[in-house]
């Protein structure tokens, strides 16, 4: 089945830096992946839509300066935390949709990447 | 806007337990609903979906049925094992263009005891 990557799995920083996490799907290529953060005992939020070759689209309240998603290829979607502070600790999700079957609805997640910030 | 109530966490239930897990939603338009499970270590994974309104979705042994009139997508199996201990998430997506993007609950977490 379709199988998508995230590398880190888990990321212990210092306040300020910046940290990069990898998405990428395995066995197929995703056109559109989604970004997605987890608070503990809070669902799944969504923060960007990333697709292929242009910039992604952010949700609402979601700063895209702080955020950077690149999504240079079919297989690859990068999120970057610039200058990370305590507050973005969180459990970081992304998934991928199959390219060319974007009604089909059914989106392939990553097993997360959880950032801690000191 | 969108957004999904499921029942709070943990559950913990023996083999072969009748299980539910209640989620109910608020949405505009007609979305289509899901749930997801996600097992220890592992991405979130596509359990059962419906599109409209009365359909049922099931899959594995698990089913949910489209219910609009009481905006509920509860989630039932007859007999749980072990091997379904995970978390659960209740999910919908947003109708129209783009309807790809999802809402989901807080997640349920289910702990089966042999």
């Known amino acids: 089945g379709a199988v998508v990557s995230q590398h880190p799995s888990w990321v212990i920083c210092k306040s300020g830096t910046s940290v990069k996490i990898e998405c990428r799907s395995l066995?197929?290529?995703?056109?559109?992946m989604f970004w997605y953060r987890q608070f503990p005992k809070q669902s799944l939020m969504l923060m960007a839509t990333s697709n292929e070759g242009s910039k992604a689209t952010y949700e609402q309240g979601v700063e895209k300066d702080k955020f950077l998603i690149n999504h240079a290829s079919l297989t690859l979607s990068t999120l970057t935390v610039t200058s990370a502070h305590p507050e973005d600790s969180s459990f970081y999700i992304c998934?991928?949709?199959?390219?060319?079957?974007?009604?089909?609805?059914?989106?392939?997640f990553g097993p997360g990447t959880r950032l801690l910030v000191l | 806007g969108n957004s999904v109530t499921q029942m709070e966490g943990p559950v913990t239930l023996s083999e072969e337990a009748f299980l539910t897990i209640n989620c109910t939603y608020t949405?505009?338009?007609?979305?289509?609903l899901f749930w997801y499970v996600q097992y220890p270590g592992e991405g979130l994974q596509l359990l059962l979906k419906?599109?409209?309104?009365?359909d049922k979705g099931s899959n594995k042994g698990f089913e949910a049925t489209y219910r609009k009139e009481t905006t509920s997508f509860h989630l039932e199996k007859g007999s749980v094992q072990v091997s379904d201990s995970a978390v659960y998430f209740c999910a919908l997506s947003r109708s129209g263009a783009g309807s790809y993007q999802l809402t989901f609950g807080k997640g349920t977490k289910l702990s089966v005891i042999p």
């Open positions: 949405a505009t338009g007609y979305p289509s």
């Open positions: 419906a599109t409209k309104a009365d």
């Open positions: 066995d197929f290529q995703a056109t559109t």
């Open positions: 998934s991928a949709i199959l390219a060319g079957l974007i009604l089909e609805e059914t989106q392939y």
